[in-house]
């Protein structure tokens, strides 16, 4: 059993540090949506500032705390936000269409959006974000 976790560290590091910056994923948008109603602040901004916010903080943790690279900040973060900066596009064509057209409450139809990012990430971040230059 300890050889298993041990050969899929990486893996399960992946799926824990996922699962913190998942949560944190989720309640950002919900919270930062709820505290700007008042200011009449428009869906669309909050999914900015939510991203910029939450895409920082997975490169982070992920960087540290699962890939465990060190150096490289900008290069890595670059590649990072590449990945989240092809599915912000997505999100941002999409996420109207299920608020407007299908009539779907914003925070709902981002949890489903987050779950295309969850299932491909992984795959992105260990063959091009954090591949060691050695």
Known sequence: ?????ARHRRKIDFLLVGGINTTIGLGA????YFLAKPYKLHYMIVLVISQIFCVTVAFFTNKHLVFRTRGNYLSEYLKFSTFYSVYFVINLAVMPLMVEIAGMNPVISQVFISIGIIVSSYFWHSKVTFVSDK
């Open 29 to 32: 948008f919900p919270v930062l």
């Open 1 to 5: 059993m300890k050889s298993l976790i």
